[in-house]
C-alpha cells in the first residue's frame, strides 16, 4: 500500500489539492510505520514545494 501511495501522489504533484486529498487518504489507509515512511518520502521528495501541505496533513490527524 505504501508503493501505492507514492505512486499516486508523484501522479497528482502538479495539482495542490489533489495531492492533499490523496495524502490525507494515503495517511489513513496505512498504518503508524508506514506512515511515517510516507511523510519522510514525501517531504524529500515534494518538500520544496509542498512542506506546508506535508505538515499540515500530519498535524491535522491524530
Known amino acids: 500500500m505504501l ?3 507514492k505512486k499516486v501522489l508523484t501522479r497528482v ?3 495542490r489539492r489533489l495531492f492533499k486529498k490523496e ?3 494515503s495517511r489513513k489507509w496505512l498504518n503508524h510505520k508506514e506512515s511515517i515512511v510516507l511523510k519522510s518520502w514525501a517531504l524529500a ?3 520544496h514545494v509542498y512542506k506546508d501541505l506535508i505538515l ?3 498535524n491535522s490527524i491524530a
Open 23 to 25: 495524502l490525507l487518504k
Open 3 to 5: 508503493e501505492l501511495s
Open 56 to 58: 499540515e496533513a500530519y
Open 13 to 15: 504533484s502538479f495539482d
Open 45 to 47: 521528495t515534494f518538500g
